[in-house]
Nanobody, 122 residues
């Protein structure tokens, strides 16, 4: 059974760091492209970063130079290191192994995690 479990969210002050983790099971992680989306209430589901199975990465412009995505195939885990956090980074962050379309908060797909809250205060 496919499962994605996120952890590492929390509340921090501006300028601090957090690392999100997403541990996957039920599919061949080594061959999978993975990504992180985020969504605040009333806002669209935004693609933050992706990492392909060969290690190629993508970042949305607003997080370039501050966020780093990585994966550990031995642990079936994808990470999102977030540095220099800003209040506008406050969102629920979702891990996904399905990059075909944004589906933040969905309960219909096992290819999406349940989300982890990140709150950045000024």
């Amino acid at each position: 059974e496919v499962q994605l479990v996120e952890s590492g969210g929390g509340s921090v002050q501006t300028g601090r760091s957090l690392t999100l983790s997403c541990t996957a099971s039920g599919f061949t992680f080594d061959d999978s492209d993975m990504g992180w989306y985020r969504q605040a209430p009333g806002n669209e589901c935004e693609l933050v970063s992706t990492i392909s199975s060969d290690g190629s990465t993508y970042y949305t412009e607003s997080v370039k130079g501050r966020f780093t995505i990585s994966h550990d195939n031995a642990k079936n885990t994808v990470y999102l290191q977030m540095n220099s956090l800003k209040p506008e980074d406050t969102d629920v962050y979702y891990c996904t192994a399905d990059l075909s379309r944004p589906r933040c908060g969905t309960s219909d797909s096992r290819w999406w995690g349940q989300g982890t809250q990140v709150t950045v205060s000024s």
